[in-house]
C-alpha cells in the first residue's frame, strides 16, 4: 500500500522533479558501492557520493580515483549512466524554463497573484491603460484576458496575459478573480454595439459570480444596456458613446482660444477625481467658503453632488447643505 502510494506521488511530480529524484537515488546508490568496494580510497559513503556526482557530471576533479579493476569498472558504468542523466537533467530544465515563457506568452499559465488589476478585452484603449497604470502604479500587477490576442510578450506589456473568453468561471478562475482588486471590462468596438454591449453585460455576471464585492468598471456603449449591465452587477457604467459626444460638441462649439480635448486628457492624466462628504465647519456655508477649505488642503472643488443631482462650478453664493458631495480634483 505504502510503495503504491509512493508511486502515485512519485509519478504526479513534475519531469524536472523526478529527474532530479532519480539522480540523487543513482548517485548514492554509485557512492555506497565504490565505498563498499574500496574503503580506502574512499574513507566515507559521502566520499563515494561526491565522486559519484563529480565523475557523472564528467567534472573529474580528480581527487578522489578508484584503484582497482572493479572499482573503475563501477567507474565506466557511472559515466555511461549518470552521465546521461545529468545532461538529460540539464536539457529539460532548459526545456522547461522555454515552455513557460511560450505558455506565459501564449496565455496559457494561471496567475498566482493578488490584490491585482484585471483587464478584459484588447485594444488600444486597454494598451493606453496599461501604460498609464504601469507609470502612476509601477508595483501594481496587471492580468489581461482577451479571446482574439494570439499573444503578447510581458517585455513590451507588464500584464499577465491570460488566453480566453471572461464569461467562463475556468478563464476567470486562471486569473484568480476571487483575490483581485478591480475589474475593468472594455467594449469591444470590433462589433457592433449590441453585441459588444451583450458580451460585456455576460462578463460583468461571470465575473460578480465569482467575486461579490469586487468593482466592476464595464464599458457600456448603448444607453438602453445601461440598466442591464447594472442589474447584471457593474459598479461603474463608462458611456464611452456619451462622452465622445459631449466632447465632439465641445470641440465644435468652443472659443478658437481653447483646447477641450487636450485640457481634458492633461486633467486626466495629472489629477484624479474625489468625492467627499461635506465637511460640518461647511455645512450651511457657501460654494466660495468650500472653495477655499479644499485650497487649503491641495484639492480643487469643482462641484457637488446633491440627491443624484451634479452642479457644476455653482454660483459663489451657493449655500451647502448637510450630506452634499464635494467633487474635487486632486493629485495622484
Given at each position: 500500500?505504502?510503495?503504491?502510494?509512493?508511486?502515485?506521488?512519485?509519478?504526479?511530480?513534475?519531469?524536472?522533479?523526478?529527474?532530479?529524484?532519480?539522480?540523487?537515488?543513482?548517485?548514492?546508490?554509485?557512492?555506497?558501492?565504490?565505498?563498499?568496494?574500496?574503503?580506502?580510497?574512499?574513507?566515507?559513503?559521502?566520499?563515494?557520493?561526491?565522486?559519484?556526482?563529480?565523475?557523472?557530471?564528467?567534472?573529474?576533479?580528480?581527487?578522489?580515483?578508484?584503484?582497482?579493476?572493479?572499482?573503475?569498472?563501477?567507474?565506466?558504468?557511472?559515466?555511461?549512466?549518470?552521465?546521461?542523466?545529468?545532461?538529460?537533467?540539464?536539457?529539460?530544465?532548459?526545456a522547461a524554463t522555454v515552455k513557460r515563457e511560450q505558455d506565459l506568452e501564449y496565455g496559457r499559465?494561471?496567475?498566482?497573484?493578488?490584490?491585482?488589476?484585471?483587464?478584459?478585452?484588447?485594444?488600444?484603449?486597454?494598451?493606453?491603460?496599461?501604460?498609464?497604470?504601469?507609470?502612476?502604479?509601477?508595483?501594481?500587477?496587471?492580468?489581461?484576458?482577451?479571446?482574439?490576442?494570439?499573444?503578447?510578450?510581458?517585455?513590451?506589456?507588464?500584464?499577465?496575459?491570460?488566453?480566453?473568453?471572461?464569461?467562463?468561471?475556468?478563464?476567470?478562475?486562471?486569473?484568480?478573480?476571487?483575490?483581485?482588486?478591480?475589474?475593468?471590462?472594455?467594449?469591444?468596438?470590433?462589433?457592433?454595439?449590441?453585441?459588444?454591449?451583450?458580451?460585456?453585460?455576460?462578463?460583468?455576471?461571470?465575473?460578480?459570480?465569482?467575486?461579490?464585492?469586487?468593482?466592476?468598471?464595464?464599458?457600456?456603449?448603448?444607453?438602453?444596456?445601461?440598466?442591464?449591465?447594472?442589474?447584471?452587477?457593474?459598479?461603474t457604467i463608462i458611456r464611452s458613446n456619451d462622452f465622445m459626444s459631449g466632447l465632439f460638441f465641445?470641440?465644435?462649439?468652443?472659443?478658437?482660444?481653447?483646447?477641450?480635448?487636450?485640457?481634458?486628457?492633461?486633467?486626466?492624466?495629472?489629477?484624479?477625481?474625489?468625492?467627499?462628504?461635506?465637511?460640518?465647519?461647511?455645512?450651511?456655508?457657501?460654494?466660495?467658503?468650500?472653495?477655499?477649505?479644499?485650497?487649503?488642503?491641495?484639492?480643487?472643488?469643482?462641484?457637488?453632488?446633491?440627491?443624484?443631482?451634479?452642479?457644476?462650478?455653482?454660483?459663489?453664493?451657493?449655500?451647502?447643505?448637510?450630506?452634499?458631495?464635494?467633487?474635487?480634483?486632486?493629485?495622484?
Amino acid at each position: 500500500m505504502y510503495i503504491r502510494l509512493l508511486k502515485h506521488i512519485y509519478f504526479r511530480l513534475p519531469t524536472a522533479v523526478k529527474l532530479l529524484i532519480t539522480i540523487f537515488l543513482l548517485m548514492s546508490f554509485f557512492g555506497l558501492l565504490i565505498h563498499l568496494t574500496e574503503p580506502a580510497q574512499f574513507p566515507s559513503i559521502f566520499d563515494g557520493i561526491w565522486w559519484a556526482f563529480v565523475t557523472g557530471a564528467t567534472v573529474g576533479y580528480g581527487d578522489y580515483v578508484p584503484l582497482t579493476a572493479t572499482g573503475r569498472i563501477i567507474g565506466i558504468l557511472l559515466i555511461l549512466t549518470g552521465g546521461g542523466l545529468l545532461a538529460f537533467y540539464i536539457t529539460s530544465l532548459s526545456a522547461a524554463t522555454v515552455k513557460r515563457e511560450q505558455d506565459l506568452e501564449y496565455g496559457r499559465l494561471p496567475f498566482r497573484g493578488s490584490n491585482h488589476y484585471i483587464f478584459i478585452g484588447w485594444n488600444e484603449r486597454t494598451r493606453q491603460l496599461i501604460d498609464i497604470v504601469a507609470q502612476k502604479y509601477p508595483s501594481m500587477r496587471m492580468v489581461l484576458i482577451d479571446r482574439t490576442l494570439r499573444n503578447i510578450s510581458f517585455t513590451d506589456f507588464p500584464v499577465h496575459f491570460i488566453h480566453g473568453d471572461a464569461t467562463e468561471d475556468s478563464v476567470l478562475a486562471k486569473a484568480n478573480i476571487a483575490y483581485a482588486a478591480r475589474v475593468l471590462i472594455s467594449a469591444d468596438i470590433a462589433k457592433n454595439e449590441r453585441q459588444a454591449d451583450n458580451y460585456t453585460i455576460l462578463a460583468t455576471i461571470a465575473v460578480r459570480g465569482n467575486n461579490k464585492d469586487i468593482p466592476i468598471i464595464a464599458e457600456i456603449l448603448s444607453r438602453i444596456q445601461i440598466e442591464n449591465a447594472l442589474r447584471a452587477g457593474a459598479s461603474t457604467i463608462i458611456r464611452s458613446n456619451d462622452f465622445m459626444s459631449g466632447l465632439f460638441f465641445h470641440e465644435l462649439s468652443h472659443s478658437k482660444s481653447a483646447t477641450p480635448f487636450e485640457d481634458v486628457i492633461q486633467i486626466l492624466v495629472q489629477q484624479q477625481f474625489s468625492h467627499i462628504t461635506l465637511p460640518v465647519e461647511c455645512e450651511n456655508k457657501t460654494y466660495q467658503t468650500a472653495v477655499n477649505h479644499l485650497l487649503a488642503k491641495g484639492r480643487l472643488l469643482i462641484g457637488i453632488i446633491r440627491e443624484n443631482e451634479h452642479y457644476i462650478h455653482p454660483k459663489a453664493n451657493f449655500l451647502l447643505l448637510k450630506g452634499d458631495i464635494l467633487i474635487s480634483l486632486t493629485k495622484w
